[in-house]
């Protein structure tokens, strides 16, 4: 494969190819979106059932992926971003073809049809920006969808402007072969600048990468009007942590909300309210119950559709409750391709130079590509005043592994053309069935 071809011509008006170094290393712009503006209420009332399937496959999505990926980590506090990975793997879906496609979208709980007509208005309704009186943005959530091709590497111009149109996805061209340091500089700097300088750190893309597809979120929420920070406990309480050390001090206050703590089978769960409507939810394992239990793909399910209740008829009563929780800052930084592997992602995998049968891009390009890692990186800190966290996946795809020309390759046929026994092993060489076959 000569990874020196030249780039096509860019001859669409909305296709631009403009120099840009105020992220720092080297990099051009080959593709920009309209700016995201985000859904209104109105337009959130008008959506349709197939909006709506969207957003329950990518809580169907969440519920799987992080019990998962959050065993993974040695880290004592895990924090995961899972519409990242989703979203990252939206825009690797739109690349995609084939069985490659096929299986990527099973996993994303969606049709192709459906994730492309609605995902527009999914990344709208996640993007937010609140103002205080003076006009001050105050708390924020950011999106961005990226894919960074290597200079030299062919595409189909008709897939950048689609991931632009309906994927406000922006494209860029970086010299990872020859340019290496740079081009990760440029990523670098694109990701902290994106996540408002949480995330700051190399990727490690090698020399060999083809395509990245990368997804960057950032949020920034109050608990209360101008920042007043939430009023500590007035008693001590003993927090009991994972290795079953004793940790004694105030918790924070949230505000009284109409509801009762949910009961269940092995937690209790209830949740906090911040000053913009979103929802902290707290997952309290029950005596005797490890964390491991609690955390399974089953209660997060479950969790979306709990019902605190808040008004008792028989006894005409109505309840409130607030939380009273620790500050607590969490963070992740893997490679998840074993749980993206386990949740049914296997021809991305795949390098086609090896498998024939491996992964295929054809919608973005026409040389053979594979999916090298995706990595996820995550920051989360909920303090008094309020929660901040950021997270970016990164999807690597690299060049298929291209044949010697020097080498001589023989093909022959095996014909089993008698009575013969057999072993079927799985992916990692443990023997599922074994036997022998005498009459057919």
């Known amino acids: ?43 959130r009332r008008e959506k349709g059932e197939a909006f709506d399937s969207l957003l329950s496959a990518s809580n169907a999505f969440a519920a799987k992926f992080a019990p998962k990926a959050a065993a993974l980590s040695e880290q004592k506090n895990v924090a995961l971003s899972p519409v990242s990975v989703y979203m990252a793997l939206a825009l690797a879906a739109q690349c995609a073809s084939g069985e490659t496609a096929d299986e990527l979208y099973a996993v994303l709980n969606a049709p192709r049809e459906t994730v492309t007509a609605e995902f527009s208005d999914f990344y709208r309704s996640l993007t937010a920006e609140y103002t205080d009186s003076r006009g001050k943005v105050e708390a924020r959530v950011d999106l961005g969808n990226s894919i960074w091709i290597n200079k030299g590497t062919s595409f189909h111009e008709s897939c950048i402007q689609t991931l632009a149109t309906d994927y406000h996805c922006y494209s860029y061209a970086a010299d990872f072969l020859h340019d290496n340091a740079g081009a990760n500089k440029a990523v670098q700097n694109f990701v902290k600048e994106q996540t408002h300088g949480l995330i700051d750190q190399e990727f490690e893309l090698s020399e060999d990468t083809l395509f990245t597809l990368i997804n960057t979120l950032y949020l920034k929420e109050l608990w209360n009007d101008e920042g007043d920070e939430l009023p500590l406990t007035q008693t001590s309480y003993s927090f009991r942590q994972g290795d079953g050390s004793e940790k004694t001090g105030p918790l924070m206050q949230g505000k009284y909300i109409g509801g009762q703590a949910f009961d269940g089978e092995n937690f209790t769960t209830f949740f906090t309210r911040t000053l913009h409507g979103y929802r902290l939810h707290f997952l309290v394992p029950k005596e005797g119950v490890s964390l491991a239990e609690v955390f399974t793909e089953e209660t997060l399910n479950a969790l979306q559709t709990v019902d605190y209740g808040g008004y008792d008829e028989e006894t005409d009563t109505y309840y409130s409750t607030r939380c009273l929780f620790p500050a ?13 592997k386990e949740m049914g992602i296997g021809r991305f995998f795949l390098d086609p130079g090896i498998y024939p049968d491996g992964c295929e891009f054809e919608t ?36 298929a592994t291209a044949p010697d020309p020097a080498t001589k390759y023989v093909y022959e046929d095996f014909i089993v053309d008698r009575a013969f026994g057999f072993v079927l092993t799985d992916p990692y060489g443990v023997t599922l069935f074994s036997g022998v076959v005498n009459t057919i």
């Open 328 to 340: 607590y800052e969490a963070d992740f930084d893997a490679a998840v391709d074993d749980v993206l």
């Open 1 to 43: 494969m000569d990874r020196r071809l030249k780039l096509p011509a860019l001859l669409s008006a909305g296709i631009l190819l403009i120099s840009l170094s105020a992220c720092g290393g080297n990099k051009k712009t080959l593709g920009k979106p309209d700016t995201a503006v985000p859904l209104s209420y109105t337009e």
């Open 364 to 399: 973005l390009t026409d040389e053979e590509v594979y999916c090298k890692k995706v990595r996820h990186v995550a920051k989360l800190k909920v303090e008094r005043r309020g929660i901040e966290g950021a997270a970016v996946t990164v999807a690597e795809m690299g060049a």
